[in-house]
Structures are given as C-alpha cells and as structure tokens.
C-alpha cells in the first residue's frame, strides 16, 4: 500500500512561517506530480502548489511568492515552505502525490491524510 504522511503543521502568527513535509512510503515504482492542497472549513479543497518529476510548477495564485514547493525524490518526500503567512492560509493541508505503485498496478492520485495549519492575527 501506499501511504502520505503529513508533518510540520501548528500554530503560527501572522507574518511567521511554517515548513510542512510529507513522505510518501510504500509500494513505490514511480513517483510523478506531488504537492499540496489545502481546505478551510466550509469551503472546497484548493490547490496550493504542485511540482512534477520533471521540474514544472504549477501554483496558486494567493500563495505564490509565499509559498514553496520542493521535492526530494530520493526520500519520495515533498515539502512546503511557508512564508508570510495569513490568517487567509488557515486550512488543513494534504499532501498529494501520483504514484505507480508496481508495473502491474496504474498510476493514481494518493492523499495524506493532512495537517492543520491555523495563523493567529
């Protein structure tokens, strides 16, 4: 099986930063696209930024230039730097990843099972 574990989660002030990691483990073959998603309460479940195995990005606009994805594919983890941050990013964040668990097995989306991050004013 294959499973995302989310870390690095809190409490924060406005302004501060946080990292979030997450590491993938597992029936592993290939890892593709990982990243994050984030939900507040209430509301749908959003991109926050993604990062295929070939480098390219894909991120949120209320996030970008905050927020940093990063991978280490060595350690099948992804990780999320979190600068200046908002009372707006207050959400649960998931990891992400596409994984091919085995050559007899497709490829498929897998989440963690998230990480609370509140920032206080």
């Known amino acids: 099986q294959v499973q995302l574990v989310e870390s690095g989660g809190g409490l924060v002030q406005a302004g501060g930063s946080l990292r979030l990691s997450c590491v993938a483990s597992?029936?592993?073959?290939?890892?593709?696209?990982m990243g994050w998603y984030r939900q507040a309460p209430g509301k749908q479940r959003e991109l926050v930024a993604t990062?295929?195995?070939?480098?390219?990005?894909n991120d949120a606009d209320s996030t970008k230039g905050r927020f940093t994805v990063s991978r280490d594919n060595a350690k099948n983890a992804v990780y999320l730097q979190m600068n200046s941050l908002k009372p707006e990013d207050t959400a649960v964040y998931y990891c992400?990843?596409?994984?091919?668990?085995?050559?007899?097995?497709?490829?498929?989306?897998?989440w963690g099972q998230g990480t609370q991050v509140t920032v206080s004013s």
């Open positions: 597992g029936s592993i073959v290939y890892l593709g696209t």
């Open positions: 990062l295929t195995s070939g480098g390219t990005r």
């Open positions: 992400y990843a596409v994984v091919k668990p085995g050559p007899m097995t497709p490829w498929s989306a897998y």
